[in-house]
């Protein structure tokens, strides 16, 4: 079983930057693909970005290439999300997830936080 808390997220203006956090519990937890996903108001959840346990294989969605990067400190048991020149649009509650599985892009994570509200204001 693994726990996932995340922190970091906040009200910025648009061009401003977040980091966000991820906290794993549990001993596995470098064995984890992990990944970031946000859910806007009235929206879908949507994949943002994903890395391998290994850190050597990263995806990232189209509309945060560039901007966005993912890292993970398996010594922390942890995971970040490093967000520059943020947009009004990238306004979303930000989950992180977590499987012991390969990484992807898709939904099927087996463990999820409860998520981290980001704000960006025009």
């Known amino acids: 079983q693994v726990q996932l808390i995340e922190s970091g997220g906040g009200l910025v203006q648009t061009g401003g930057s977040l980091r966000l956090s991820c906290a794993a519990s549990g001993r596995t937890f470098s064995n984890y693909a992990m990944a970031w996903f946000r859910q806007a108001p009235g929206k879908e959840r949507e994949f943002v970005t994903a890395?391998?346990?290994?850190?050597?294989?990263?995806y990232y969605a189209d509309s945060v290439k560039g901007r966005f990067t993912i890292s993970r400190d398996n010594a922390k048991n942890a995971v970040y999300l490093q967000m520059n020149s943020l947009k009004p649009e990238d306004t979303a509650v930000y989950y992180c997830?977590?499987?012991?599985?390969?990484?992807?892009?898709?939904?099927?994570?087996?463990?999820w936080g409860q998520g981290t509200q980001v704000t960006v204001s025009s």
């Open positions: 890395i391998s346990w290994s850190g050597d294989i990263i």
């Open positions: 997830a977590g499987r012991r599985r390969q990484v992807g892009v898709s939904m099927e994570y087996d463990y």
